[in-house]
C-alpha cells in the first residue's frame, strides 16, 4: 500500500517532544533504519542500532529523547519518549486505511436463525452462519464465513476475522481480536477407558474469552468438560497455539506460537509462555512467570519463575547446564583418565 | 446453559448401586466440590479429593462404592461404580440438549453435485461444498462450511463439525466426529530433488478414517503417496495434530494435542502419544507404547515401550538421567577436585 | 481410485531407457514392492529394498538402470535414470485424474467486489470471497471457500483448496499451490507493554509469497510488522508451520511439519528444518544448513550447519552427547568410586 503523509500528519500522530530538521518529502513508506530512502519513515527501536541513525537517508526518523545527533539536509528528526510505541501509533493510522472501517449490516448471503439477536451497528460478513440464540454486540465485525454456534455470544467492537469458529454457549466479551481460522470451544479431549475402548466424555461446558483478548490465526480453544475455559483480559495468545479444557489464563498473558497448554492448569497474570513451550495438566504457573521457547513444564512453578528445558530448570542453572553439556565427552574422557592414573597409583606397591 | 435435572433424573441417568439422603433441589449445574454449591451435581473422580466430600455442598454426589459417609440434610449420595463414567453419562444428556439434533435434509445454500448421493436421513448445512460423486451416510450432520471432494465417502453416524475439509476419494467410516477446521486428505510432503529444484510428487493415495474415530480442531492429516493414510477403529486424536502421508495408527490410541507423526510410520493399537510429541518417518512404534509430551521418537519400539526425552530413553531412565541433569555443574567441579587431589599425590613423591 | 493404464501407456509417461518382459494387464494400482499383486504398477526407490525385486508380482516395475534381473513370466521391467522420478510422473497424470482440470469461470455463490479483477481463464469456487482491488491469475484455481481480501494478488495458474485466506496487500505469485485452511497475512504477534496492559503494534505491512512455492494445510504466515514477510521462490513448507512476521525463506527451502520461525529471522536458500523444529527471533541460518527435527535454534548459523538438539549443537557432537548420557547415571558412580578410593588412598599414611 502506497501511503501520502505529510512530515507533519507524522507530528500530529506522534505527538514529538521536540523536531529538528525539515523535510518536504511526502512519507510513502516505513522501513528500517538501513534499508529507508527518501521518502520514508524510519525510527530507532532498538539502542543498538544507534549507529544507523546517521546513515539512514529516512525522510523523517522517529528517535528517543536521549539521542544526540543532527539531521541531513531535507531529514526530520522526531523526539518521542518511546520511538517503538510512537511507531504503532502510526501503524494504527494505517491500519486504518488497510481496514477501512466497514458499514454497519448483514450481507445478504449470511444466514442467520431467527432468534439470534445482531447489534444495528454490527457488520456480519458473506457466508457467515450465526444459530439460534446468538447475539453479536455493538460495532462488531464479523468478518467472511465465519460461525457462530447456539446461545454464543460475542461482545462489541469485536473482530472476528475470516473463517472463525465459536461453538455453541462460548462467552467472547468485548474489543477481541480473533484472527483467522480461530476455533473457539473445539471438544475437551476427554475420554473413559472401559471395555478396551475410549468411551467419550461429553464436553459441556464452555470458553470465555475475556476483554482485549487477542488470539492468532488457526489457534484452537476447547470448550470445559464442565464450567468454563476461560482467557482473561489483555492476554495475547499467538497462531496455532492449543488451549485445553478447563484451562484457566490470567489477565495480560503472552502465549507464543505454538505453545500448548494442557487440561486443568492455571496460568497466572502476566505470564509470557515461548514458542512451541508445553505445560502439563493440573498445574498452576505463578503470577509474571516466564518459560523460554521449547521448554516443558510439569510441576507447579511459584510466582516470577523463568524457567527454560524440559523438563524445564531454573533459566541460569539450565544455561550452565547447557554450556557444560557440550563438554560431557570431555568429561567421560577425564573420568577415564582418574581412573588409569588411581588404578596405576596403586598398582607400583604390588611388586 | 441452565440445567433443570431433579435428582430423580439424575439416578435415571446414572443407575446408582445405592442412594443415600435426598434432596428435593433442582439440580441446574455441574461442578467440583470445592466449588460446588446447592442445586450442583459433584462427582468424587480421583480418590486424592475424597476429603472433600464431607465439605461440599453439591445437592447430588456420585460417589464410588467404598467410599465412607454420610450426606449433610438436603444432599444426596449417588453410589455408583465408576463415578467418571456416570458422570460422563449424565454429560451425554446435556450434550443433547446443548446440541439437538437437526432436522434431517439438506440447507438450501448448500452446493451439492448432481451425482452426490446424500443419505435422506442426513443433515447438511448452510454453505457446504459436496462434489460429484461423494456419498454421506445416514443421520450423518455435516454441520456448516465444510467441503467434501471428489468421490469422498462419509460414514453413516458422522459428526462433521463446520469448516470441516475431506478432500477427493477419502474415506470415513460410521461415527466418526471432526472437530471445526479439520483436515483430512491434505497432500502429503513429498519431493524429488531434481536440478537444484523441489519437483512435487503428486499424492495420489488417500485417508482411511475407520468407525468411531474422533478427530480435533485443524489438526492434518495426509493423504498417501499411494495407496493409503489410515486412522483405526476408536482411534481419538486431539486439536493441532499432524499426521503425514503413509501412516498407519492402529486402533483406540490416544494422540494428543500437537503431536506429529512422519511419513510411513506405523502407530499399533492402544498407543498413547503426549502432547507435542513427534515420530520421525518410517518407524514401528509397538502396541501399548507410551511416548511422554515432547519426546521425540526415532527408533522402532517393541510393544509396550514408554518412552520419554529427545532422543527418547526409556521412561525410568530418562527420569533418573533428568535428576542427576541437575547435578552435572556439581559433577564437574568434582571431577576438577579429584584431578587436583591426584595431582596432589603424586607431586609428594618428587622433591 | 480405479486406475486403467496399459503397460504401453506407463512406459509412454515414463520414457524407459530399456524395457525386459511383457506383460497384458491392466494397471489398476500403485504399490509397494512387497505388496504389490498384478494388475500393480511397483518401483524399486531406495536400494535397501533390492532383494524384493525378484519376488514381487507387480506387473510393471520401475527400476534403476544398474538393477540386475529379469522379470517373471507376465511381468515387465521398466529401466529408467531414477525410479522415483519416474513414479512422480506417473502420479502426476493419476493426479490430473483425480482432480481434473475445472473449467474457467465463477461459481455464481461467489461474492467478487465489483473492483476485483479475475482473469477470464481462472475459475473461482463457491462461497469464495473475493474483496475489492483483488487479482487472481490466469488460470488459477480459487477452489471453494476461500477469502481473498482487499488489493491482494493472486498470481497465474496457481492452486488454492478450499478454506484458504490470503488477507489483504498479501502477493501469491505464479504456480504456488496452497493446501486447505492456510493463512496468509495473520497479524503479527507484536506488543508494546504500556501502563501493565500489551498495547498492539499494528501489523501493517503484507506476506509475499514467491514464484512455486507449496504450504501445507493450516499453516500460518504473518504480515510484517511493516515491510514484508517474505517466502522465497520453490520453497516448499509442510502443514501447522509457524511463519512470524517479517521472516525471510529464501529459496527452494523445505520447512517440515510443526515447525516455527520466529520474527525477522533469516533463512537462506536450500535449508531444510525438520519437523517441530524452532527458530528464535532475529536470526540468520545460512544456506544450505539443514537442522533437525525438534532443534531448538538461538544463534545465528553458518551456511552448511547441520544441527540437533535443543539448544542445537552440530549433529556429530549432538550424537555423540545423546550416546553418553544414557551412561550419566554410570558416571555418576563412577565418579562416587573415584572419590572413594582416592580417600582411601590418603588415609594410610595417617596412622
Not at 518536504?24 to 529507508?36: F, G, K, M, N, Q
Request: hydrophobic share 40%; with cysteine; glycine share 10%.
Amino acid at each position: 500500500m502506497q501511503l501520502a503523509f505529510s512530515a507533519a500528519d507524522i507530528a500530529a500522530i506522534v505527538h514529538p517532544k521536540s523536531i529538528k530538521g525539515t523535510t518536504s518529502e511526502t512519507i510513502r513508506d516505513l522501513a528500517a533504519l538501513r534499508a529507508a530512502k527518501p521518502g520514508d519513515l524510519s525510527f530507532l527501536g532498538n539502542p543498538k542500532y544507534k549507529t544507523e541513525v546517521a546513515a539512514t537517508t529516512a525522510s523523517v526518523v522517529l528517535l528517543p529523547l536521549d539521542y544526540v545527533g543532527e539531521p541531513s539536509p531535507g531529514q526530520q528528526f522526531l523526539f518521542v519518549e518511546k520511538p517503538s510505541v510512537a511507531l504503532a501509533h502510526v501503524c494504527a493510522r494505517i491500519e486504518q486505511l488497510l481496514w477501512p472501517k466497514p458499514a454497519a449490516g448483514i450481507h445478504p448471503t449470511a444466514v442467520i436463525a431467527t432468534g439470534a439477536r445482531i447489534a444495528p451497528s454490527a457488520t456480519i460478513g458473506p457466508f457467515c452462519v450465526i444459530e439460534e440464540g446468538a447475539t453479536i454486540g455493538e460495532r462488531t465485525h464479523v468478518q467472511a464465513q465465519a460461525f457462530i454456534g447456539r446461545n454464543a455470544s460475542i461482545g462489541s467492537d469485536c473482530w472476528l476475522m475470516p473463517r472463525v469458529t465459536v461453538t455453541t454457549e462460548c462467552v467472547v466479551r468485548d474489543r477481541v481480536r480473533l484472527q483467522p481460522g480461530v476455533v473457539v470451544g473445539a471438544d475437551g479431549f476427554g475420554y473413559e477407558f472401559v471395555a478396551g475402548r475410549h468411551e467419550k466424555v461429553p464436553q459441556v461446558g464452555n470458553v470465555v474469552i475475556e476483554n482485549d483478548v487477542e488470539i492468532g490465526a488457526n489457534s484452537t480453544l476447547d470448550r470445559a468438560r464442565f464450567s468454563q475455559t476461560v482467557v482473561g483480559e489483555g492476554t495475547k495468545i499467538d497462531n496455532l497455539v492449543q488451549i485445553a479444557h478447563n484451562v484457566r489464563i490470567g489477565r495480560h498473558c503472552l502465549i507464543c506460537s505454538q505453545a500448548g497448554i494442557s487440561g486443568s492448569t492455571t496460568v497466572e497474570d502476566y505470564v509470557v509462555l515461548g514458542g512451541q513451550a508445553g505445560l502439563a495438566g493440573h498445574l498452576t504457573v505463578g503470577k509474571g512467570s516466564k518459560i523460554d521457547g521449547q521448554s516443558g513444564i510439569n510441576t507447579d512453578l511459584a510466582p516470577g519463575s523463568f524457567m527454560k528445558g524440559t523438563p524445564a530448570l531454573p533459566y541460569n542453572l539450565e544455561q550452565r547446564i547447557n554450556v557444560l553439556r557440550k563438554r560431557i565427552p570431555e568429561l567421560f574422557k577425564r573420568v577415564d583418565s582418574l581412573e588409569a592414573e588411581l588404578s596405576g597409583l596403586k598398582k607400583p606397591s604390588a611388586p
